[in-house]
């Protein structure tokens, strides 16, 4: 059995769990591989902190060059994160006729398209299962498995972290700041929670799977992204009075040849499939013509899975070597769609409203929303003795210009002190 040549770049959470697996199934992993692995070089930015695997300090090193500008290995695997200096350290590796393993979702959502075509022009693969998802195999599902279909929608909680907040909320009542500490200790936030809070994270994932599933090219900026951070405990409650529970989705879809694809905090009807999705756990959903219906559930972040779906990358691409197939998957053969503008995008909504004590006349409300062509299709009234006062909405299929529209102007009225929340409703 020859031996391939493994570089990690990156020795934190998920580099941990592929070097603790690479050990705990080297035989069966090099017998699927039909090579045995060798772990050359690894990179961390910090060689004295404690770790959870034993390395030899022989092949650790806080030098990039010593791992890039290794001639012997034939795989690097990218665990940084970000783009800068990953992307350059990639393209470096790329450049150099080394194949690359990533689980950087910014990097592929942002470059995917510059990469893949520079790993092509070069002839090695350039694999990114654990980006989206962490152990569930969607990439693989999508790009081998499914494509006999014309897939119709992919919708996703691909955010352990949010989705983590937003159960513990939910089921604990518990406050969001101190949900997020747990998170980051569990390490499933990134080191910079905005990423999670905000939906960038689950923007970039929507991006790489829409990409996928649509053979588009939706640039990450096009995706319409809104986070947790203004969900409150007075929502989580009104959700579960409706029967319904509060979700951070990220949805895409094709309609008429433009893709629709956003990012937002949306209520599911409580027995939903992904309204089961608890935890830090993830699921997609994917609809195509010819299967129907899919569910994937499992965990998408954290060391072990995360590490499940880079090493299977990695034996992956030793096949593809072993059996002179490499690119056989391309990545590159996207075509630029368009993106659906979000005003014109349709869905139902839970709108928050803060209303005058005493509540008065609220007929120039409901009057501005019907000649705006918003339906109402049901109202929770507010207490009399409620302060704030609170008054719930559920609409209708809208158009999102009507609504933001009307919304404008009953923001306007005397009687309306403020719009407090508006949440997406997916039946
Ligand atoms: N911060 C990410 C999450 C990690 O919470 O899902 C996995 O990509």
């Known amino acids: 059995m020859g031996a391939v040549k493994i570089g990690i770049l990156g020795l934190g959470t998920v580099g941990s769990g592929v070097a603790e697996i690479l050990l705990r199934n080297k ?11 060798e772990l050359t070089k690894v990179l961390d930015k910090d060689l004295t902190r404690n770790r959870s695997v034993d390395i030899p300090a022989e092949i650790m090193t806080d030098r990039p060059e010593e791992v890039l500008g290794n001639s012997e290995i034939d795989i690097i695997v990218e665990l940084i994160g ?45 694999h990114f299962e654990a980006s989206v998802g962490g152990g569930i195999p969607i990439i693989k599902s999508l790009q081998e ?3 006999a279909n014309q897939i119709e929608e992919v919708i996703g909680i691909v955010n352990g972290t949010t989705n983590y907040i937003l159960t513990k909320m939910t089921e604990k009542e518990a406050k969001f700041e101190e949900v997020l500490a747990e998170a980051q200790q569990a390490g499933y936030a990134e080191a910079d929670p905005t990423a999670d809070i ?9 991006s790489i799977l829409s990409n996928i599933a649509f053979t588009g090219l939706v640039d990450v900026n096009d995706i319409y992204r809104e986070g947790i951070s203004q969900i409150t405990q ?15 989705l990220a949805i895409s879809k094709e309609v008429e040849g433009q893709i629709e694809a956003r ?14 999705v608890k935890e830090a756990f993830n699921a997609v959903l994917v609809r195509g013509d010819a299967v129907g219906e899919l569910l994937y559930y499992g965990q998408g972040a954290g060391s072990l899975p995360t590490g499940s779906a880079v090493v299977a990358d990695v034996i992956d691409i030793i096949r593809n070597i072993n059996y002179k197939a490499v690119n056989r998957v391309a990545a590159n053969n996207y075509k630029e769609k368009i993106v659906k503008r979000h005003n014109e995008v349709v869905s139902k909504y839970y709108i928050r409203l803060q209303v005058e004590n005493g509540h008065g006349d609220l007929a120039k409300t409901f009057r501005i929303l019907e000649n705006n062509n918003i339906g109402i299709k049901r109202v929770i009234e507010p207490e009399k003795t409620d302060e704030p006062v609170n008054l719930i909405l559920l609409t209708r299929q809208v158009v999102e210009e009507n609504l933001q529209r009307a919304l404008g102007e009953v923001k306007k009225l005397r009687e309306i002190k403020e719009i407090s929340n508006l949440i997406r409703v997916e039946t």
Not at 27 to 37: L, W
């Open 82 to 126: 970000g783009v800068n200096p990953t992307k350059e350290f990639v393209k470096q590796a790329l450049e150099a006729r080394k194949h690359v393993v990533t689980a950087n979702k910014e990097l592929i959502a942002k470059y995917g398209d510059e990469l893949f075509d520079l790993a092509a022009k070069r002839g090695v693969d350039l």
């Open 234 to 248: 007075k929502d989580i409650t009104y959700a579960q009075q409706l029967g319904y529970v509060i979700k951070l």
């Open 198 to 206: 905000e939906g960038y994270d689950a923007a970039y994932k929507l």
């Open 27 to 37: 035989k069966s992993i090099n017998q699927k591989a039909g090579s045995r692995i």
């Open 145 to 147: 498995s499914l494509t």
């Open 263 to 276: 990012v937002h905090p949306t209520m599911l009807p409580k027995d939903h499939p992904l309204a089961q």
